[in-house]
């Protein structure tokens, strides 16, 4: 029986469980969910909690892959390619609705390009084996037009073809949120962790791990929760937790920024991504379609401390649109961007990298503490299934825990629907789009789009308030809906209707409504601000919210 997704519900919980949980996971972005959805299965006692909401930080700022990493090929790790196909043909498997096949061309303006290019990608299918997602070709250069039509003409040659998956990052986040529900799990945002609790057992005279404090930052109120297991599982704030527990800890993480500019459609016209396998400075270079809009990017540049909301830097800027120009007839300039965003990898740090973070590894490391915290953290989305397992594992046996074997590789993920067509943009929510049409209907003054540029209506945001925990105008606009990553000034123009229907839905007091619309409005105008390049700066900012 599935369980709802309903916040109040799940404080509750917490507030009715006397006894330990056997697992506190502390993280709700990629990494801690897939945890939450693998112990859960399990059979496990699971409790998430995440700071501010699901997906805030790292997942939902990706670059919209379901890919192996061509480029990981390139520099020998051939282990975490291998890895990374598999799952990306797993995580297609059990969430078809959201992961998608993808056709990358790579166009060859060198002779040497083509067989270069060729040979690589040849291997890259071998190593996919079963969990391929089509064969790599060769694209004369009328294949490569057709299938690239803005793509520059000039010299070119040909092209290459091959295939690699496609998502929506906080959509999927959110369905692994309600996945870990349906098998029982006690999921919240909004809760950050303020302590990590030690104390000493009779057999026992070291201190260890017993349990957290956390603040639900709703209503002030603080919770000691007692664990076999804390999880920490908290991406680019990895460290922060590890000093909660051991003040005197090493870093692990070596924050790294990428940067994604956002398009019209007609930048790149039609189904097939651009992939650019090395620009002016040996970096890889994407033009997505996504969301009827075209995702660029990326970037990866150092930054001293990881943010909730970092801010891109006009090299960074600079550096995508003229290298888009190379190999885009129609220009992209600075006035056509309809967002842009900023993602932090939590890379981790190695003694052989020295200031390029280009070239530090992307597999997971988990590393317990002499106290017994448990930290899984770098990796990628893709292989987030693979992770959990990893993690969960671990937790059996530092608990110890029940040993139960792991359920997810076969697992259907929250909204699991085959076939899709006929659902319009509401596809993303799979077998739930119905649900959401009958919002629709039952309640037509939700049925309309609430921005002319984007099809988001009022009944998506009386859902994601209804059933996905959505709290805030931010929480509806940029990771509910994706309002605020396709188009910054729509989204802006969208913030106080959404708010208005956001208090309705969650039946504040007339006499606290309106202040509430006022103050949700005024936080994602500024926010928002932050998502066009008219509010950028050259410098990142240190501060978090």
Request: with cysteine.
């Amino acid at each position: 029986m599935e369980q709802p997704v309903n916040r109040e519900q799940m404080l509750a919980r917490i507030q009715a469980h006397p006894e330990p949980w056997d697992m506190i996971i502390i993280g709700g972005g990629a990494t801690g969910a897939g945890v939450a959805v693998d112990a859960a299965s399990r059979g496990f006692d699971v409790l998430l909690l995440e700071a501010v909401d699901f997906g805030k930080g790292t997942s939902s700022r990706s670059t919209k892959l379901v890919h192996g990493g061509v480029r990981y090929l390139e520099q020998g790790n051939v282990s975490l390619v291998m890895s990374a196909l598999k799952e990306r043909g797993l995580l297609r498997q059990n969430a078809p609705h959201l992961v998608s096949d993808l056709a990358f061309i790579v166009p060859n303006y060198a002779w040497w390009q083509t067989p270069f290019y060729g040979a690589g990608l040849k291997v890259y299918d071998l190593l996919a084996g079963r969990y391929g997602f089509g064969k790599s070709r060769i694209l004369s250069e009328q294949e490569t037009i057709e299938r690239l039509p803005n793509i520059e003409r000039h010299e070119l040659r040909g092209g290459v073809v091959y295939y690699d998956g496609q998502f929506d990052d906080a959509r999927l986040l959110i369905d692994l949120i309600a996945t870990a529900a349906d098998h029982g799990a006690t999921l919240l945002n909004y809760m950050p962790v303020i302590a990590i609790n030690k104390s000493a057992a009779a057999s026992q005279p070291d201190e260890l791990i017993r349990g957290v404090t956390a603040r639900d930052s709703e209503s002030g109120e603080t919770f000691d929760l007692e664990a076999r297991v804390v999880v920490n599982a908290t991406g680019i704030f990895t460290d922060e937790v590890r000093h909660m527990a051991d003040p005197d800890a090493d870093k692990m993480i070596a924050p790294s920024q990428g940067i994604h500019l956002v398009f019209d459609k007609s930048f790149l016209r039609g189904d097939s991504a651009l992939m650019v396998p090395r620009t002016s400075d040996g970096r890889v270079l994407f033009a997505i379609p996504w969301h009827n809009h075209t995702v660029v990017g990326t970037t990866d540049t150092p930054i001293p401390e990881p943010l909730y909301e970092p801010r891109p830097l006009e090299e960074e800027i600079e550096f995508i649109l003229e290298t888009a120009a190379q190999y885009l007839s129609r220009p992209p300039k600075r006035s056509d961007v309809l967002s842009v965003y900023v993602g932090v990898r939590p890379l981790v740090k190695s003694e052989h990298a020295g200031s390029k973070t280009s070239s530090l590894s992307r597999d997971h490391v988990i590393h317990i503490d002499n106290y017994g915290l448990l930290t899984i953290t770098g990796g990628k989305w893709t292989t987030y299934r693979h992770m959990a397992e990893d993690c969960v594992d671990h937790a059996i046996t530092l608990g110890p825990l029940e040993d139960r074997p792991c359920q997810t590789r076969n697992l259907r993920i929250h909204g699991y629907c085959e076939d899709t067509r006929g659902l319009g943009h509401l596809y993303v929510y799979g077998a739930e789009a119905d649900n959401i049409r009958a919002i629709a209907e039952a309640e037509p003054h939700l049925a309309a789009p609430l921005h002319p540029q984007l099809p988001y209506t009022g009944a998506e945001v009386a859902w994601a308030v209804r059933h996905e925990m959505a709290r805030t105008v931010e929480d509806v606009l940029a990771r509910r809906t994706r309002a605020l990553f396709l188009n910054a000034h729509a989204a802006i123009e969208m913030a106080r209707p959404v708010a208005t229907l956001m208090a309705a839905e969650l039946r504040l007091p007339a006499n606290h409504a309106q202040s509430w619309i006022d103050a949700q409005t005024s936080a994602f105008v500024e926010l928002a601000k932050q998502y066009t390049l008219s509010a950028t700066q050259s410098t990142v900012i240190t501060e978090k919210p």
